[in-house]
């Protein structure tokens, strides 16, 4: 999910970067409406007492208008330095402020906050729009201590050009555009400027990758992606077994209220109640997170018996919580299940989810918010651990091209939890990513899929895939780029 090229390093530690003296004059998220929020930026309850600079923007505007947002809305608004230094990139600088995560010093500090030159960009990217070829990848070290990187195609988005190219799961490349990759060139040639891209293919052999000389080509294109990628309903002794597989939680396509892809899910779970589904699988393992409303709207179709209860709370900052109990009243941090004429869970005790590294904030909170209402059992390897949300900040005067993505809020479900900082370890252990050959999404014997089924119905419809080969290296955290960040978003003015 190769979101944001104009990002700087996202990786799982999302970098922020704007200047800070100019943000009470461009908050893009002074709150007007009575309802609550979903995702939009923080309200701004001081106005500017100067006009607007003219002329063109510099760093140091850009920074101040960063800090300034920063003071108000960041959750670790305490932890930003008395006088940070505001004569660097905007980028910089607002990696410069973060309270950054260390699993020794700041075990409970920010992985996630980020920055992005283009706040359109931003903005469209978290509605699933981005410029892209549609091949969803992981990267890899050749070897241990190798330089040489391969990847390894995780799915091809629908209608995509690499899907109309032949680009399927589970291909592998070490070459773009006859270059092969390396932790020197990867970034240049994945996401740099060039849109056209060939990939120099890789051949299994004896659960070995081999080289070739097969190539596929596809050309990046503006792309809204579907969230809801895969859905079935398998019917095993006298089980009936309501399959989704959803990539991220985005109500409608970029620039549009429709609701069309939450009507989607709507379908679907009046399909597994027509069809009597009494078991549910919930395939997050590539899902980094959305829409706060979205969640709640996908859980309000699989609780049981919880309609009306609490389904979480945000906590922020003290400013924010006491602006937002002024514009919305005190309750405007808890979202409840909300009543769901397609509602399943009457027919569940449990729900099987399937996850990896990649589930991540929204899909996590899924699995913390339905905890106390059914029994969650998870499958994959263990998940992200984003415990906490965010909320866009743009410039709504446009001048400052700039749009942050600050952490703003943790979450907790209704018993009070949010220990998972160090993400769901699953109930059952299946390593995806150590198999040299990946089956397809939503067959029974993919491993992920077939152990769920398993368990379920106590027999093995295929048998259990024995892992093929020693697990390849992952590319460091510090060198990935671009995967998958859908966060948790949420906008007071548009609760539901």
């Known amino acids: 999910m190769h979101f944001f090229t104009m990002i700087t390093y996202i990786m799982r530690q999302q970098q922020f970067g704007v200047p800070a003296a100019m943000l009470l004059l461009t908050a893009s998220i002074l709150v007007t409406s009575c309802k609550k929020p979903d995702e939009a930026a923080p309200a701004v309850v001081t106005t500017p007492t100067t006009p607007a600079p003219t002329g063109a923007v510099t760093d140091t505007e ?234 709640v709207n996908l859980s309000s179709l699989i609780a049981k018996n919880a309609a009306g209860q609490a389904f979480a709370t945000l906590r922020y900052n003290p400013a924010v919580t006491d602006a937002y109990i002024k514009q919305y009243g005190a309750n405007f941090n808890t979202y409840n299940f909300t009543t769901k004429a397609n509602n399943i869970g009457a027919n569940l005790n449990r729900v099987f989810v399937l996850t990896t590294g990649g589930t991540a904030s929204a899909s996590e909170m899924v699995i913390n918010g339905l905890r106390p209402s059914v029994t969650v059992t998870t499958i994959g390897t263990t998940t992200s651990g984003k415990n906490v949300g965010s909320q866009t900040v743009s410039d709504n005067t446009k001048r400052i091209k700039w749009g942050i993505q600050p952490i703003m809020f943790k979450i907790f479900n209704s018993a009070g939890q949010s220990d998972y900082t160090a993400g769901f370890v699953p109930a059952t252990s299946v390593p995806e990513f150590a198999n040299v050959e990946w089956l397809p999404l939503g067959t029974v014997s993919e491993p992920l899929l077939n152990e769920a089924l398993f368990q379920i119905t106590g027999s093995r419809l295929a048998r259990r895939a024995a892992v093929d080969g020693v697990a390849l290296p992952e590319l460091p955290a510090s060198f990935e780029r671009g995967i998958g960040n859908g966060g948790l978003v949420a906008d007071p003015a548009r609760k539901r």
């Open 62 to 295: 850009v920074n101040n208008w960063i800090l300034t947002n920063m003071r108000y809305a960041y959750f670790w608004t305490d932890k930003i330095q008395a006088s940070p230094n505001l004569n660097q990139t905007p980028d910089k600088f607002f990696d410069s402020i973060l309270y950054k995560f260390d699993a020794t010093a700041r075990p409970d500090g920010d992985r996630y906050s980020w920055i992005q030159q283009s706040a359109d960009e931003l903005k469209s990217s978290l509605s699933g729009e981005t410029k892209t070829d549609g091949a969803v990848f992981r990267l890899y070290l050749r070897a241990s201590g190798s330089t040489d990187i391969i990847g390894k195609v995780q799915y091809v988005q629908r209608n995509s050009p690499a899907e109309k190219a032949g680009i399927k799961r589970g291909d592998v490349f070490s070459k773009i555009n006859g270059a092969p990759l390396t932790t020197a060139n990867y970034v240049g040639l994945l996401y740099g400027t060039v849109d056209t891209k060939t990939y120099g293919l890789l051949k299994i052999v004896n659960n070995a990758f081999v080289e070739s000389t097969d190539t596929k080509t596809a050309t990046a294109v503006v792309l809204q992606a579907d969230p809801v990628y895969m859905d079935s309903v398998y019917t095993i002794g006298g089980k009936k077994i309501g399959y989704l597989m959803y990539n991220q939680f985005v109500s409608s396509p970029s620039g549009s209220t429709s609701g069309l892809y939450d009507q989607k899910l709507e379908n679907i779970f009046a399909k597994f109640k027509q069809r009597g589904v009494n078991e549910l699988v919930l395939d997050f393992r590539y899902n980094p997170g959305g829409s706060l409303n979205t969640c």
